[in-house]
């Protein structure tokens, strides 16, 4: 076991050092590393399924307390109408739309049905909020909605874990399987409860005084298996009992100690069940049902794309609709984990588990090269919207301008210099809530993608004085200087990094571009001096 482990650690930093260098995420290298170490351990026989099972079971219990962990009843309440109100009709309408699909066009039977509903219903949590932290998207309209959607799915793996307890059971009444399923559930929350307010306390009050990291970490793990090993004991999942380990640590003082002792491994632990996901992909099955599986995922992201883009439609810009939808359209890695227990107790046709999925990891694959390009597929359905009713160049003369392209926080910021100044200025961006409150707030910005050249030249940029790129999205900002490159031939350019590694590359990329760093301090001071030595008042 030990030379497996090396050899996929030694597959995984190859693989993850080659498609960093093409921009492909992490999350592919994973998968990919999966896939590469299965084939080698196939032949050479040197594992079982058993041991597969194994390590998938490992990988999938530290997805689950990574999520507890970061489970948060104050944002939960915060966002109580997206996680209850769009969350619920979400997985309901799924549920609904895929049992019937299920039962009838494929007749399978109640069990599979609802199982494979179910499993349809939930979205990819850990890749979807994995990008949408590292783009700084998280706090857009669309990353709001996002997020509450798949809080509201996060909390239905509980019931749907119990639902497969129940289903499984054929020896018992189902009236009897419920009450029992009941007391042993709430038995392990009283467990689990009762340990968390008042023995973790002083356990870990103990540890901390030890001073000792190693000894801290090792707790930490001693209360996540602990609590999975006792679900197990229950008759319940080892995930279910991670979940739960997660949302007790999550509700101590020592949650931070935790999170930041544990940031350095989460997207390793992560990996390992990414990892996993690979290791189930079976190509023989791809090979003898390939026309269904395309079939069935281009079938399954049309109905999820509907369904939620209709339910955010009604409360929200139809950008914002589509933006969410597709982030959220594909299926997640708990259908994975609904599936493996689905099968273990023998409640679905394995043919049909393993088309499904595949069906699942391929959509988990397409999922981070469709949320770096949201902003650009969103503009693609939607280009005859590019610019709003509400929301047109009004000045069309403009000379010696400044072209603001982003409107977040340093945007406002250099609105109101310009203005307290007298400068001509306009500013695009294509959050239109952002841009709705700035011209209630009489700023002259625009709705618009920054990096449409048509946009860009109606913004008369040719004639511009100085262009300031404030953009938060990394991926978005060498698109669009790429743009600038070949059309602000006059204006000096001032682009807004995050790091000085994008510092670096822009720098190298873009030799006669002034790239600033965005601590506040310096942005603004180096902005201002740009402004107030170089523009024509």
């Avoid at 978005?476 to 204006?491: G, M, P, S």
Wanted: hydrophobic share 55%; aromatic share 10%.
């Amino acid at each position: 076991m030990l030379e497996i482990i090396v050899l996929t650690i030694f597959i995984a930093t190859i693989t993850n050092l080659i498609l960093i260098r093409l921009h492909i995420p992490t999350i592919i290298g994973y998968i990919t590393t999966g896939i590469i170490i299965t084939y080698i351990l196939q032949l050479s026989h040197s594992i079982n399924s058993e041991e597969l099972h194994i390590i998938a079971e490992f990988g999938i219990v530290f997805l689950m307390f990574t999520i507890g962990l970061e489970f948060s009843i104050h944002h939960m309440v915060k966002m109580r109408k997206e996680v209850f109100l769009f969350g619920s009709l979400q997985v309901g309408l799924s549920m609904l739309v895929f049992y019937l699909l299920a039962h009838y066009a494929f007749e399978q039977n109640f069990q599979s049905s609802i199982i494979i509903s179910a499993a349809l219903a939930l979205s990819s949590t850990a890749i979807v909020l994995k990008i949408l932290n590292s783009n700084r998207e998280i706090s857009k309209e669309y990353g709001k909605r996002s997020l509450g959607i798949l809080i509201f799915q996060d909390i239905m793996v509980v019931p749907i874990l119990l639902m497969i307890t129940i289903l499984s059971s054929e020896s018992v009444s189902m009236q009897g399987l419920l009450i029992q399923t009941a007391l042993d559930a709430t038995l392990l929350f009283v467990v689990l409860w009762a340990f968390g307010k008042f023995i973790l306390d002083p356990f870990f009050k103990e540890v901390v005084k030890s001073d000792s990291n190693e000894i801290f970490i090792g707790s930490v793990l001693f209360v996540v298996i602990g609590a999975s090993t006792l679900a197990h004991f229950f008759g319940f999942s080892y995930s279910l009992g991670a979940l739960i380990a997660g949302m007790i640590l999550a509700e101590t003082r020592y949650k931070y100690q935790v999170e930041a002792d544990l940031i350095p491994f989460r997207d390793l632990l992560l990996g390992i069940f990414f990892i996993t996901v690979g290791m189930q992909i079976d190509f023989s099955v791809i090979g003898s049902y390939y026309l269904i599986i395309i079939g069935l995922l281009l079938l399954f992201t049309i109905i999820k794309i509907t369904i939620i883009f209709l339910l955010v439609f009604l409360s929200a810009q139809k950008r914002v609709a589509l933006k969410t939808a597709l982030a959220l359209f594909q299926l997640g890695e708990f259908g994975l984990v609904i599936f493996e227990l689905a099968s273990t107790k023998n409640l679905i046709d394995p043919t049909v588990s393993q088309v499904l999925v595949v069906i699942i990891s391929i959509s988990m694959i397409l999922t981070p090269f469709v949320l770096r390009n949201i902003s650009s597929i969103a503009n693609f359905i939607l280009q005859d919207e590019g610019l709003s009713d509400t929301c047109r160049i009004e000045n069309t003369t403009l000379q010696d301008h400044v072209i603001i392209l982003g409107f977040g926080r340093l945007g406002r910021e250099v609105c109101q210099t310009l203005e307290s100044c007298n400068i001509k200025y306009i500013a695009v961006d294509n959050n239109i809530h952002n841009v709705q409150e700035a011209q209630k707030s009489a700023h002259n910005v625009i709705f618009g993608n920054a990096g449409n050249k048509t946009i860009l030249e109606a913004l008369n940029i040719k004639e511009a004085a100085v262009v300031i790129v404030a953009l938060d999205n990394a991926e978005k900002l060498h698109l669009v200087c790429d743009v600038l490159r070949n059309i602000a031939v006059r204006a000096k350019v001032v682009v807004k990094v995050d790091r000085f590694v994008e510092k670096d590359a822009l720098k190298e990329e873009f030799p006669n571009y002034n790239v600033l760093v965005a601590t506040e301090q310096m942005a603004k001071g180096m902005v201002d001096s740009v402004l107030t030595c170089e523009l024509p008042q």
